[in-house]
């Protein structure tokens, strides 16, 4: 079975560090770019930060520059979203995507950030 599962997160306070895991099982990530997607209640999805299947290029959204770094894991089939000096307005539900291409394209049930005091 293809899938994607999300883990990581929690409750921290402001100021304090997640790192965020998706693992895929039944293919490999490898050959898959993965985005980091948030959505915070009565929000739309917006997109945190990829890395591409190719060359191991990066994008950050202007909002998470500076504070988080996405990263493949070393042959564990995960990658890994690293965010760190985390604020309040970070609070939301994180979705990671694997796509390759329009046929093979898979997301998963998301988990849930909340900074607060």
């Known amino acids: 079975q293809l899938q994607l599962v999300e883990s990581g997160g929690g409750l921290v306070q402001p100021g304090g560090s997640l790192r965020l895991s998706c693992a895929a099982s039944?293919?490999?990530?490898?050959?898959?770019?993965i985005g980091w997607f948030r959505q915070a209640p009565g929000k739309e999805r917006e997109g945190v930060s990829c890395?591409?299947?190719?060359?191991?290029?990066?994008y950050y959204a202007d909002s998470v520059k500076g504070r988080f770094t996405i990263s493949r894991g070393n042959a564990k089939n995960t990658v890994y979203l690293q965010m760190n000096s985390l604020k309040p307005e970070d609070t939301a539900v994180y979705l990671c995507?694997?796509?390759?291409?329009?046929?093979?394209?898979?997301w998963g049930q998301g988990t849930q950030v909340t900074v607060s005091p």
């Open positions: 890395i591409s299947s190719s060359d191991g290029s990066t």
């Open positions: 039944g293919f490999t990530l490898d050959y898959y770019a």
């Open positions: 995507n694997a796509k390759a291409n329009p046929h093979y394209d898979y």
